[in-house]
């Protein structure tokens, strides 16, 4: 069974045409997976912007529903029997046909990847594996492949105490034409991996198909064979440029070798240089240099082939990438919340922003820009946004929409003033304003009167203006200005008047009058 995420994203990129073994990579499923979500989704009937409007737990039980949960127990394949068969002198037996035979037997048995898994296992440990290397033919523009250098070499010197820090090379390069970039940052948190990612596209000038980054915990939250779970902020990235992100096998570094290639050559190419030059005393003054020496890098001569990087990537790699964003991708602060407080409002920088009070309870995750406050929730799915605040006050920051009614509605009620409510009650007639304005006159604090003052204007709704205007008028009368009052005395006029007291109803065939219940 596949997360929410997981089944959403399969679902778009067989939608945009993705090639099964493309989703495999992506999101650690095998075919089979594959074709059963999408004959799921298809059997449902739903659009797909009917199926986007879901909540998570709903496109689970859609896809996966309980009553086919497998809890039986599953053969394991005679993988001794189909290996003899596949190393028999002649054969042209493969790993799929030893699966289509196991299937055969056993209809509910393994699916086929979890067979070539179990299978590939068997021989590791019996057979020693099999080391023959793949030849891979490079696509032009696909994929940038993304890490970090593992030598960590101490020149950034603080000129004011003498000490030496250590410096991170973020690096990429682009699968045909080697195209590097490198920058230097102080750690390898977060923001550093997101902002060398923005940057090395910049660089390029053009979006490749597929980032390929290393399993490191700013990029991936989980990757297992069965499982793959980006970090949010790298999410985000990847719906602004449109591509997918593609992390290789976890712990396989054969996954990512054109990389580690690149990463062992900057070693020496990159490094060894820059620690020719001693220290440097601030970052800008190491990256003009690292600017420097990856430039040469990308202009210098193959020793094999003809021409420089730079050449086979303005031949091979930028015609087939996709043209920059318009805009420029903004980098966000994020803050995970593990539960939405009681009060529905979650902090950033010492203000309060609400969300919708049913999400109380649940986690959601804060994204802050210089200009917004975005709030999304496990999925990270957008909630709300709010306009960010840099003033003292207020300290809350409360869309009305996101109140309880009843919160709602004391707001509304502690928001208004005397000559609001004296408004109010002049839509009534010059009675009702009378009564409302000796109302709140009576209190010692006009303040005090406010939620009377509500209360009796709220009794009115939908009551006739005329009916009303009686009503205040006998309270005027009786120097009976309070809310029990007029409660009461609007309760007889309206009985007189349901009673026959008032003016006769007008004649008509759907109105029974009360001669009908006798």
């Not at 069974?1 to 994203?9: A, K, V």
């Not at 042209?92 to 393994?110: A, I, Q, R, T």
């Not at 580690?260 to 190419?269: A, D, I, K, P, S």
């Not at 005027?476 to 026959?500: P, Q, W």
């Amino acid at each position: 069974m596949h997360n929410y995420n997981t089944i959403i994203g399969v679902i778009e990129m067989r939608k945009n045409k993705i090639s099964y073994p493309i989703i495999r990579q992506r999101y650690g499923i095998g075919h089979s997976g594959i074709v059963l979500i999408m004959d799921r989704y298809e059997a449902s009937g739903l659009s797909w912007e009917e199926f986007l409007k879901l909540e998570p737990p709903q496109v689970e039980e859609l896809i996966y529903p309980p009553k086919n949960i497998r809890k039986d127990d599953i053969p394991m394949p005679d993988f001794e029997k189909y290996y003899e068969r596949m190393m028999a002198k002649g054969s042209k037996v493969n790993m799929f046909y030893c699966w289509l035979d196991y299937k055969s037997e056993h209809p509910n048995g393994y699916q086929s990847s979890q067979f070539y898994e179990y299978f590939n296992r068997f021989i590791e440990k019996n057979y020693g594996g099999d080391h023959v290397s793949m030849a891979v033919e490079r696509i032009p523009g696909e994929k940038m492949y993304i890490d970090w250098v593992g030598d960590q070499p101490e020149l950034l010197l603080n000129p004011h105490t003498g000490e030496i820090k250590k410096v991170h090379i973020f690096t990429t390069t682009l699968g045909v034409s080697s195209l590097v970039y490198a920058e230097c940052f102080l750690d390898e948190k977060l923001p550093s991996f997101m902002q060398g990612t923005v940057n090395a596209v910049a660089y390029y000038e053009a979006v490749p198909k597929y980032f390929v980054p290393d399993n490191c915990k700013t990029a991936v939250s989980k990757h297992t064979k069965d499982e793959l779970i980006l970090n949010t902020a790298y999410q985000d990235l990847e719906e602004f440029y449109n591509v997918i992100i593609l992390p290789p096998p976890a712990r396989k570094p054969k996954g990512k070798s054109t990389v580690e290639n690149h990463v062992r050559y900057l070693e020496t190419h990159l490094i060894e240089r820059l620690k020719e030059k001693k220290h440097f005393t601030s970052l800008e003054a190491l990256n003009d240099e690292t600017k420097k020496i990856i430039a040469d890098i990308n202009k210098r001569e193959f020793q094999k082939k003809i021409g420089s990087r730079m050449d086979a990537y303005l031949k091979y790699d930028k015609p087939q990438m996709k043209p920059l964003p318009g805009d420029k991708y903004s980098t966000c602060d994020y803050k995970y919340i593990l539960k939405v407080p009681d009060n529905y409002h979650l902090e950033y920088d010492g203000h309060y922003y609400s969300v919708l009070y049913t999400y109380r309870g649940q986690p959601a995750i804060l994204k802050a820009t210089p200009t917004e406050i975005w709030i999304c929730d496990r999925n990270n799915r957008l909630i709300c946004k709010h306009k960010r605040s840099y003033k003292d006050f207020p300290k809350y920051i409360t869309d009305d929409s996101h109140m309880k009614p009843e919160h709602l509605y004391y707001k509304e009620v502690n928001a208004h003033d005397g000559d609001y409510y004296r408004r109010w009650a002049s839509a009534y007639g010059e009675y009702t304003a009378e009564l409302i304005d000796q109302v709140l006159r009576s209190a010692k604090h006009e303040e005090q009167a406010y939620n009377s003052c509500a209360g009796i204007l709220h009794s009115c709704k939908g009551i006739p203006h005329a009916v009303v205007e009686e009503a205040s008028l006998k309270c005027i009368e009786m120097h009976a200005c309070k809310y029990s009052y007029f409660k009461r005395v609007l309760g007889v006029v309206t009985t007189n008047i349901d009673s026959g007291g008032g003016k006769a109803l007008p004649s008509h065939e759907n109105i029974r009058g009360k001669d009908f219940y006798k």
